[in-house]
């Protein structure tokens, strides 16, 4: 029973254009959400998290954006740059829970 | 954010044997995570270790096959047991900030190749 889907396995884009990645979760007691960007070889590091009290939240080029109705979120890159290729995973999880359960990821290709 | 220390990086192990994972924070936490990424999938939580108290595990996850140890704020190891090929993972240790909560950092990962 996969709580966090991503649907898209992979996705490349071009080097300065908009990257999308989506995610979406059955549980709507979820109430927050996170981003994370692994390399080869590298643990997963943090990108940018919002809450559900939230629609919207931007660190420079990232922005995710959650639809609670819908139970999806997504995160924008723009621009995308070469160093975005990696594999992104989405997680979510409770106040108060600690525990991630994590989408099944996306790998992002940026064409120079 | 805390920066965690895991070894090995890498291995390969015969069928049958053990394996111990080692995680070491730079800042005291009260509870460590040990995720299994097995190819092509996501990470999914194996168990959370608190110090001075056992873990807790996951369905599917029982502490015959991957003991756990937590013997102060900073440290823990996981031990998989009795390895076969369907073993063959990544293991990753994370921890939640202290400092800033929601904030999880995460090991570099052991690869794990049992042959």
């Known amino acids: 029973d996969q709580q966090v889907k991503q649907n898209s396995p992979s996705l490349s884009v071009q080097e300065g254009r908009i990257s999308i990645l989506n995610c979406d979760y059955t549980n709507s007691m979820f109430d927050y959400f996170l981003w994370y960007k692994k390399y080869p070889a590298e643990g997963p590091t943090f990108l940018i998290s919002?809450?559900?009290?939230?629609d919207k939240n931007e660190d420079g080029r990232f922005t995710v954006f959650l639809n609670k109705s819908a139970k999806h979120l997504s995160l924008h890159i723009v621009p995308s740059q070469p160093g975005d290729s990696a594999v992104y995973f989405c997680a979510v999880t409770n106040f108060g829970n600690e525990k991630l359960t994590f989408g099944t990821g996306t790998r992002l290709t940026i064409i120079p | 954010s805390a920066v965690i220390s895991q070894k090995p990086s890498r291995d390969i192990c015969q069928r049958g044997t053990s394996l111990t994972i080692q995680c070491q924070v730079d800042s005291q936490v009260t509870m460590m995570f040990w995720y299994r990424q097995q190819p092509g999938q996501s990470l999914t939580l194996i168990a959370t270790?608190?110090?001075?108290?056992?873990?807790?595990?996951e369905s599917g996850f029982v502490i015959d096959k991957f003991p756990i140890s937590r013997p102060n704020l900073t440290f823990s190891t996981l031990t998989v047991s009795n390895m076969s090929p369907e073993d063959s993972s990544i293991y990753l240790c994370s921890v939640e900030d202290p400092q800033d909560r929601m904030d999880y950092t995460f090991g570099s990962g052991t690869r794990l190749t049992v042959v």
């Open positions: 270790a608190n110090q001075g108290s056992e873990a807790t595990y």
């Open positions: 919002i809450s559900s009290i939230k």
